[in-house]
């Protein structure tokens, strides 16, 4: 009589290949929603940038910041909300608001929430002001030439963080 199954062989080689088809698709989503976060986070600056121009516009200043460098150590708000005459500090993820001009609807956060973003106005030099995120992927083309637009020794501002992706005002 002849049963018709499978061998130990068959079974463990059928477990392995199941196994390394799982592991590569792991990796790529892991991969991929790093690189999705990453792209949030610079879209997230670009949206800043234009709420900046739009407060110098009124006020015909950057708004104040309550940061101090380098980024990711300290406070990293944006001191422009309430009034132009007595700026209190901006929350990630609530509205910028001051005196009645909505700047932005709701502030962005880090897509994870493992960090903030960070600002800081410059008090003269090369520039007027700095944006900061901090990327999963250092190896981010966009991050060496960030970096480079916006270094100014005057202040400090030399980045020796590669996952740093920074956008400035510069003069």
Known sequence: MHKSAFT???LMVAVTIVAIIAGIFALN???????????????DLRS??????????VNNI??????????????TR?????????????????????DGVTYMGVLPKDPKGQWSYFYLRAPQGRLSYLMVAKLERSIDPD?????????????GFVFSDPSWFVMCDAR
């Open 78 to 98: 944006i001191k422009g909300c309430g009034t132009l005459q007595a700026p209190t500090n901006c929350d990630w993820g609530t509205p910028w608001i001051q």
């Open 29 to 43: 989503v892991g991969g991929n929603l790093s690189k999705a976060r990453d792209a949030k986070r610079k879209s």
């Open 143 to 155: 991050n060496a030439a960030s970096q480079s637009n916006c270094q100014d020794t005057t202040y």
């Open 8 to 10: 130990l062989i068959e």
């Open 62 to 75: 950057y708004p104040p910041s309550d940061s101090s460098w380098p980024p990711f150590s300290g406070d």
């Open 48 to 57: 800043l940038k234009t709420s900046f121009d739009l407060y110098y516009n």
